[in-house]
């Protein structure tokens, strides 16, 4: 099946440009014109892209980027922008999208896609094989010596929350004392939380026929 890609852009003539470059190149489109309808469609239809440009109204493709990364932290993101911008590039590259400049008339716009979709496909799998469970109230942990707060949890993963940003190892240990579990997890994305300040990690939880993901499991169901 073609992959499917969310397209967003408030300027109805290079909308329907876009989309239909995109269509000849046989992918499967949804186009939208504004931040809130894009915002439904992320929950409905899963995209396997983002494609958004940097003006959206009240809003940007960048407050786009930020919700998909951490809802759907291995949805791949291209922000789009009709003139180089340093500050907003580097904004992008933040928030793990890539940033293209005039992608109507950019080389580069179509291989990104191609290299974008291509690398959802490979990672999707994971990231839907298990169910998240949020976590209510404040369950606290520890990455190393760093104090944290457990967002959510499934069997495969959970959402750590900092209180600072910090630098992530690719891999470390989880510990839960409350629970009296350790888990060796790897480092899938990080982000700053628009709206707490906090600095979020998702992970990726190894070693799951271990006797320790075991507990794990134990920890998730009872949580």
């Not at 190149?25 to 504004?34: D, I, K, M, N």
């Not at 910090?166 to 629970?179: C, K, L, S």
Request: charged fraction near 25%.
């Amino acid at each position: 099946m073609p992959a499917l890609i969310l397209l967003v852009a408030t300027d109805t003539k290079v909308l329907r440009r876009t989309e239909a470059h995109l269509s000849e190149a046989g992918y499967l489109v949804a186009a939208v014109t504004s931040f809130q309808r894009a915002k439904a469609l992320l929950d409905s239809v899963r995209p396997d892209l983002l494609i958004a440009d940097v003006r959206l109204e009240a809003y940007n493709g960048l407050h786009l980027a930020v919700r998909s990364r951490i809802d759907y932290p291995l949805l791949p993101v291209i922000i789009t922008h009709p003139s180089p911008d340093p500050v907003l590039e580097s904004d992008a590259a933040r928030y793990g999208a890539s940033f293209i400049v005039k992608p109507l008339e950019n080389p580069e716009f179509m291989r990104c896609i191609k290299a974008a979709v291509e690398q959802h496909s490979r990672l999707r799998p994971a990231i839907r094989r298990w169910p998240r469970k949020q976590v209510a109230g404040f369950l606290e942990a520890e990455l190393a010596t760093a104090p944290a707060r457990i967002y959510d949890v499934s069997y495969g993963g959970l959402r750590l929350a900092f209180g600072e940003e910090r630098t992530i190892p690719d891999v470390f240990e989880v510990t839960v004392p409350h629970a009296g579990v350790k888990v060796t997890a790897r480092s899938i994305w990080t982000c700053l939380s628009p709206t707490t300040d906090e600095f979020l990690c998702g992970a990726e939880v190894l070693e799951t026929d271990t006797p320790e993901s075991t507990g794990w499991r134990d920890f998730v169901d009872g949580t």
